[in-house]
């Protein structure tokens, strides 16, 4: 079965730095999904990539699919407090459209 | 927007007793799914359905039953709720697969379970 890793597991940055984090599939990649989960609550859709070297923006959050190394990368440049949260990577591991397998996700909190 | 509603954010059952936890979308999605979330385990499936009546077994289907009466509606059944099935249980529902084209799934916000 295709397992997600995510790195890093945990993250704190000060308001205003940049961060990283990244998901590896251990099997080809057909589609990859990003997800924001407040603590607590549902996971919300940020981000789909489907084709190898896409990449896609949504105001300070940018994401690249690496097909070839079945990994993917988040990035937020200038974070801000309202970033903080889970981050999960999810992944489709037939090609079938149905359900995703997720990373543990990665915690990030942003400090004033 | 879509909107992927779960009926409780917070329950509290004892163990032995017969649990049900509801959804209900309301975008006409074909495809719904509950997960369980678990610190250090991650979402792990446990049901699938992409059509009324029609149900698939996820990762984690044991101790678990569910049912899709109708199209919006996608319920899960614990028949004798037990400790270890205090968690987190999402819900999510997307549309159908087609040609390849795929599409995200949307989520509830999910109901914390409690079994003491």
């Known amino acids: 079965s295709q397992e997600l890793e995510q790195s890093p597991q945990s993250l704190i940055v000060q308001e205003g730095k940049n961060l990283t984090i990244n998901c590896t599939s251990s099997k080809t990649l057909y589609g990859l999904y990003w997800y924001k989960q407040k603590y607590g609550e549902g996971l919300i859709f940020l981000m789909m990539l489907q084709k190898g070297g896409e990449e896609k923006s949504h105001e300070k959050i940018t994401a690249k699919l690496d097909e070839k190394k079945q990994q993917s990368s988040l990035h937020i440049t200038a974070s801000q407090p309202s970033h903080a949260g889970i981050y999960l990577c999810?992944?489709?591991?037939?090609?079938?459209?149905?359900?995703?397998?997720f990373g543990k996700g990665t915690s990030l909190l942003v400090t004033p | 927007d879509v909107k992927v509603t779960q009926s409780s954010r917070y329950l509290v059952k004892r163990t032995g007793e017969k649990v049900f936890l509801e959804c209900v979308q309301d975008?006409?999605?074909?495809?719904m799914f509950w997960y369980r979330q678990d610190p250090g385990l991650g979402l792990r499936l446990i049901y699938f359905s992409y059509d009324v009546k029609m149900k698939e077994k996820g990762d984690i289907p044991e101790g678990y039953s569910v049912s899709r009466e109708k199209k919006e509606r996608f319920s899960l059944i614990l028949e004798s709720a037990s400790t270890n099935q205090t968690s987190m249980y999402l819900c999510?529902?997307?549309?159908?697969?087609?040609?390849?084209?795929?599409?995200?799934?949307?989520f509830g916000n999910g109901t914390r379970l409690t079994v003491t």
């Open positions: 999510a529902s997307s549309l159908l697969n087609l040609q390849g084209i795929n599409s995200p799934l949307h």
């Open positions: 975008m006409d999605h074909e495809n």
């Open positions: 999810g992944a489709d591991p037939l090609n079938s459209g149905y359900a995703l397998n």
